[in-house]
């Protein structure tokens, strides 16, 4: 079955770090654009970072530019993303889908559980 698991998410103080991952079964991840999203309930989705199947290109958001990586490990199956100097507006529910473009809000399949990620002292 076709799926990415996102994992990592957790409560941490404002300035601290968590590394969240996606991990893909079902499907021959280099073959993907992956891209993270985040939503805070009441507001749309945001799309966060995304990078290319190769992992040769990413874009960011401008709101966490310079904070946050965005990586992939195609041997492993898993895009992760490194988050740094978090801040409270950070909390949210991050997603993972593939892409057919980045950047750009448009994903194929459909949105997997997602991970909770709370910034608060």
């Known amino acids: 079955q076709l799926q990415l698991v996102e994992s990592g998410g957790g409560l941490v103080q404002p300035g601290g770090s968590l590394r969240l991952s996606c991990a893909a079964s079902g499907f021959t991840l280099d073959s993907y654009i992956i891209g993270w999203f985040r939503q805070v309930p009441g507001k749309e989705r945001e799309g966060v970072s995304c990078?290319?199947?190769?992992?040769?290109?990413?874009i960011y958001a401008d709101s966490v530019k310079g904070r946050f990586t965005i990586s992939r490990d195609n041997a492993k199956m898993t895009v992760y993303l490194q988050m740094n100097s978090l801040k409270p507006e950070d909390t949210a529910i991050y997603y993972c889908?593939?892409?057919?473009?980045?950047?750009?809000?448009?994903?194929?399949?459909?949105w997997g559980q997602g991970t909770q990620v709370t910034v608060s002292s």
């Open positions: 990078i290319s199947s190769s992992g040769g290109s990413t």
């Open positions: 889908a593939r892409q057919p473009y980045c950047p750009g809000s448009a994903i194929v399949g459909s």
